[in-house]
């Protein structure tokens, strides 16, 4: 054990001058996305919101899949700058199958999945338990849900599965609320948006968040029959308005029942805690999640639930137009800003942060996170940051040396992330407002050793969205949970990755799934896809 530690430690203090590397893969892997906001000068909130991605393995073939959404061209009265001639083939969401040999095929048309609205964000689960992948689109003025039929197509059952989403769905999350094992749906709804409503300071360029009216969110019931009952009154959603831009879903509080975060748009973010009877109560400024570090509501775009610091518990990360919120977590109410002490907050007050995810990327043992940027109303390009985590509640910019990706500049929205080429480090895409998606491949160099846990549930959902996942190797601990949408209008890989650092091999594998019965396996090789089904 002695020498197993040593060595540990060896590495780790290694490894800090280690690099974390990125390579811009899109030109060969044959994806060819390029967003669309539907007008020749971007010229609304409809506009500049942009969209996101999800990664998901819709034929079950153990390789991620890779589906993007887009805008599109609306009547010209919802454009004030609207396109003089209407493009050909009018700009639609795309899937992307994965070929396993870093080539992607498009296969948009023959899934049927192309959609017909100006769209947001995209979540993916399995809602009706047949073990196929489905999807979930948000778009303005509705939400599409697409059931995966197990032949490569899919059929849009939103209005048999009844629901009925009106006003402007921007960001989605499933989660077993009820842990009934089968997932519902969580709708973020942004503002009652008026294409007519065009007053304005010169200056501001168009209307902003607060020109419009706040909304309401929306809670589905799954009834476990294919349909959904809208359950936002009784479940305690009616009462509380927002301008809701990014939503996810975890257990902050190790209940054993998720609960939701709601980013919000120049208004207080709402943290709604599960009551576990079916309800929810809003504890957002009790929580400490509510404001910006400075008592600011800040534009708040992607939250995401992940463990900085290896304690089991979940801590918060949002981006912002401002400096950002690194919330930790202690196991006790309030949250803590510690935002300025990680050394984020003086590398992120220079751009508008939208797009993120929190993973280890090196596979030394601590999560590390990275962020795209982008202009927040005027089409501004802007370079995007990664911070290693160095341990210890610190992060380091290591930006510079990222890889050349990192030298040029984009307009940055949504962002999703996943290990594509199943090499054990996660790699990511980026949606960029009215401009081409980049596909980045991680390509650090000696990284550590890894394993990936994939979850088939039974008893729970088919998913095991909610389960949370222990790994135990030597001194090493390391925790997450299955989340199904987080960081902007997004959705990362199904799949659970853990860095192990020097160790190349795992003691245990603790599987706590939503209905709380655990499943323990143990002596597991390091470096592969593990897939754990729940007995």
């Known amino acids: 054990m002695k020498i197993s530690r040593l060595c540990a430690l060896a590495f780790l203090a290694g490894s800090l001058q280690a690099q974390i590397q990125f390579q811009d893969v899109t030109a060969q892997s044959g994806i060819r996305f390029t967003h669309s906001f539907g007008a020749a000068e971007l010229g609304s909130l409809l506009e500049s919101a942009g969209s996101g991605c999800v990664w998901l393995d819709y034929n079950n073939d153990g390789r991620p899949d890779l589906y993007v959404v887009s805008g599109r061209p609306l009547a010209k009265e919802m454009h004030p700058y609207p396109l003089r001639t209407a493009p050909a083939v009018a700009p639609h969401n795309h899937l992307y199958r994965n070929d396993g040999n870093g080539k992607f095929t498009d296969v948009t048309d023959q899934a049927g999945v192309a959609g017909d609205g100006y769209g947001f964000g995209a979540v993916a689960a399995d809602f009706d338990n047949d073990g196929r992948t489905d999807l979930l689109v948000t778009a303005y003025g509705h939400v599409t849900l697409y059931r995966n039929k197990g032949d490569g197509t899919f059929e849009d059952v939103t209005a048999k599965s009844g629901l009925n989403v009106t006003g402007w769905a921007i960001a989605a999350t499933w989660l077993d609320y009820d842990r009934d094992g089968c997932v519902d749906l969580f709708i973020g709804r942004y503002v009652k948006f008026d294409p007519k409503y065009r007053a304005f300071y010169a200056a501001d360029n168009y209307p902003g968040p607060l020109d419009y009216a706040p909304e309401t969110n929306l809670l589905f ?315």
């Open 221 to 535: 019931h799954n009834n476990c029959h294919g349909g959904f009952t809208d359950v936002s009154e009784k479940a305690g959603f009616a009462a509380y308005k927002g301008r809701a831009m990014g939503v996810t879903a975890a257990d902050f509080d190790g209940d054993g029942y998720p609960d939701i975060y709601v980013a919000n748009d120049k208004t207080e973010s709402f943290l709604f805690h599960n009551k576990r009877d079916g309800t929810f109560e809003e504890i957002g400024l009790d929580a400490g999640v509510a404001f910006g570090q400075n008592g600011e509501s800040t534009s708040a775009m992607g939250p995401v639930f992940f463990d900085m610091n290896n304690t089991g518990r979940a801590d918060l990360w949002v981006t912002d137009s401002k400096y950002n919120r690194l919330l930790r977590n202690a196991g006790k109410l309030p949250f803590t800003d510690v935002t300025q002490q990680a050394g984020i907050s003086r590398q992120a007050a220079q751009y508008v942060s939208w797009g993120t995810g929190a993973f280890d990327f090196d596979n030394d043992g601590r999560t590390d996170l990275l962020v795209f940027h982008g202009g927040l109303i005027h089409q501004i390009p802007q370079e995007h940051s990664l911070f290693r985590n160095l341990g210890g509640g610190k992060f380091q910019d290591v930006s510079t040396t990222g890889g050349e990706f990192f030298a040029t500049k984009s307009v940055g929205r949504g962002a999703c992330f996943a290990d594509f080429d199943n090499d054990g480090k996660v790699d990511a895409f980026l949606v960029n407002l009215g401009g081409p998606g980049v596909l980045l491949r991680n390509t650090s160099p000696g990284s550590g050793h890894w394993l990936t846990v994939s979850l088939v549930g039974t008893k729970s959902n088919r998913d095991g969205v909610g389960a949370k996942v222990e790994v135990d190797a030597a001194d090493l601990k390391l925790f997450a949970e299955r989340v199904a949408g987080s960081g902007y209008l997004s959705q990362d890989d199904p799949r659970l990755h853990f860095g192990l650092g020097a160790q190349g091999k795992v003691d245990r594998v603790i599987v706590t799934w939503p209905g709380g019965a655990r499943q323990v396996l143990d002596n597991v090789a390091a470096n592969q896809v593990l897939t754990v089904t729940e007995k």
